[in-house]
C-alpha cells in the first residue's frame, strides 16, 4: 500500500533477526528425542521488524534504524522489509557479529522459543542519527529488554523524541530474565503510549489482575493498552474499563501477533481515531496475522483491513 502523505513518519530503532518457523509437532522435543513437524518457513522476525513492515502494509512511512550482520540472514531481512517499503537507509551492517535468529516450535495454541541474539541487543543510541528524524511524528520502541545497548539510553531518546514534539509508543516486550527491572517505569513515564501483553503488564505491574496491573502503571502517565491474546484487549479511559474482543478466525501461528497488534493500533491512532476504534484495528490486525506462518506473512494492508472491519460490524443472520 502506498503511504498515507497525511500521516506523520514512524521512526523505529529496533532490532532485527531471522526467524525460523518448525510447525505442527505431535508432542513438544525433550532433550535425546527427535520430533517431526509439519511445516518449515525461514522469514523476517522480531518484535520491531515485524511492527515496522506491519505500519508500512496500512499505510503509514515507516523509517528503521537497526543493525544486522554482513551475512545472508541479514540480507534476507533487510530485503524483506525493502519489499514492504520500510525505509531502511540507517541499518547498519557489521562483520564483527552475525545476524540474530530465533527457532520458533510452534502450534496453533502456542509455541516456544530458542533466541541467538547476534545482532539483536548491538543498536545504541548513537547509531541513530540526525538525520533519522526528518519529518518523524513518532517514534515507537519494542523488545525493551533484548535490546541491552539501547535500553540505559530510551529514557534519553524519550525525552529527545518530547523535545522535538513527537508522539511515543513502547512495547516492553519480554524479559528472559523474568526480573522486570525497574528502567522500564521510567520510558513509561515519558511514552504516550504503553503496549504490554498479559505477562508484562503483570511482570512490570506486580499486580496478578490485569485492571489493576493497567492502573498501577497508567499512574506513570502514559496511555495503557493492555494485548489479552484471545481475549483482545483491555485499557481504562477517563475511569472506565474498555475491552475489545478478538474475532474468530482459523489460528496457525500466533507469532508476532502483539506486533501486528501494534501496528494496526498505532495505523489508527496516528490518524486520530478514537481510542477504541484503534484497539479494534489493533485486535482485527493482530488476529488476522495469525492466519498463516510468520509475522508478516498474512498482515493486511489497508483494504484488507477495511473488509475485515466491515464483516465484522455486520450483524449475524
Known amino acids: 500500500m502506498s503511504p498515507d502523505a497525511s500521516c506523520p513518519y514512524v521512526l523505529i530503532p529496533g532490532e532485527i533477526n531471522l526467524d525460523l518457523i518448525l510447525h505442527g509437532f505431535d508432542r513438544f522435543p525433550a532433550l535425546g528425542q527427535e520430533v517431526l513437524v509439519n511445516e518449515c518457513l525461514m522469514t523476517l522476525g522480531s518484535a520491531s521488524a515485524i511492527a515496522a513492515v506491519g505500519l508500512s ?78 519529518g518523524v511524528g513518532h517514534l515507537h520502541v519494542s523488545s525493551f529488554y533484548l535490546q541491552r545497548s539501547l535500553r540505559p539510553a ?48 503483570e511482570g512490570i505491574g506486580r499486580q496478578p489482575d490485569p485492571a489493576q496491573s493497567l492502573a498501577t502503571l497508567q499512574r506513570y502517565g502514559a496511555t495503557v493498552v493492555a494485548k489479552l491474546g484471545a481475549r483482545g ?17 482459523t489460528v496457525v501461528d500466533t507469532t508476532g501477533a502483539g506486533d501486528s497488534f501494534n501496528a494496526g493500533f498505532l495505523a489508527a491512532w496516528l490518524r486520530r481515531a478514537p481510542l477504541i476504534d484503534c484497539m479494534r484495528d489493533g485486535v482485527y490486525c493482530g488476529a488476522l496475522a495469525t492466519r498463516g506462518l510468520g509475522g508478516t506473512t498474512t498482515q493486511p494492508d489497508g483494504r484488507e483491513l477495511a473488509t ?3 464483516g465484522q460490524s455486520k450483524p449475524l443472520l
Do not use: Y
Not at 233 to 249: F, N, Q, W, Y
Open 154 to 201: 530510551i529514557p534519553q531518546l524519550f525525552q529527545h523524541a518530547r523535545d522535538r514534539e513527537v508522539t511515543v509508543s513502547l512495547d516492553p516486550g519480554g524479559d528472559p530474565e523474568a526480573r522486570w527491572e525497574e528502567g522500564v517505569r521510567d520510558a513509561i513515564g515519558l511514552a504516550d503510549l504503553f503496549l504490554p501483553n498479559e505477562v508484562e503488564l
Open 57 to 134: 502494509r496500512l499505510g503509514v512511512p515507516v523509517r528503521f534504524v537497526g543493525r544486522i550482520g554482513a551475512d545472508d540472514w541479514g540480507n534476507r531481512c533487510l530485503d524483506a522489509m525493502q519489499a514492504a517499503g520500510v525505509d531502511t537507509t540507517f541499518v547498519l551492517s557489521t562483520t564483527e557479529v552475525k545476524t540474530g535468529v530465533t527457532v520458533s516450535i510452534s502450534a496453533a495454541a502456542d509455541r516456544a522459543l530458542v533466541t541467538f541474539p547476534g545482532t539483536i541487543g548491538e543498536l545504541t543510541i548513537d547509531d541513530i542519527p540526525a538525520e533519522a528524524w526528518e
Open 233 to 249: 484487549c483491555l485499557t481504562v479511559a477517563s475511569g472506565k474499563t474498555e475491552v475489545v474482543s478478538s474475532p474468530r478466525v
Open 308 to 310: 475485515f472491519r466491515s
